[in-house]
């Protein structure tokens, strides 16, 4: 089971087809800083990513991300098998 959070320290390397993805989406006004990392420790989560925007993203950006968006970008690795694509 692995959790994604913007949050996590741990980027998140590659998607795994055998492996369980927790997209958490929080519907707020405003996006308040740990809070889907916070939670998911609350519950006992032991392996927590974010999606490596900082990485491959493009530089300055830092997107407030819909859960279609990710789930798009996680489609979109398991075809190309790259961040980078």
Known sequence: LVI??????????EVLEDEIYVIGGIV??????MQSLTQAQEFGAKKLRRL???????????PVLNVD?????????????????
Request: proline residues 7%; glycine residues 4%; hydrophobic residues 30%.
């Open 28 to 33: 707020d006004r405003s996006v308040k800083k």
């Open 52 to 62: 490596p925007l900082k990485t491959f993203g493009p530089k300055g950006c830092c």
């Open 69 to 85: 968006c990710v789930v798009r970008i996680l489609c979109e690795w398991l075809r190309a098998r790259d961040w980078k694509e």
């Open 4 to 13: 994604l959070s913007p949050d996590a320290e741990e980027e998140l390397t």
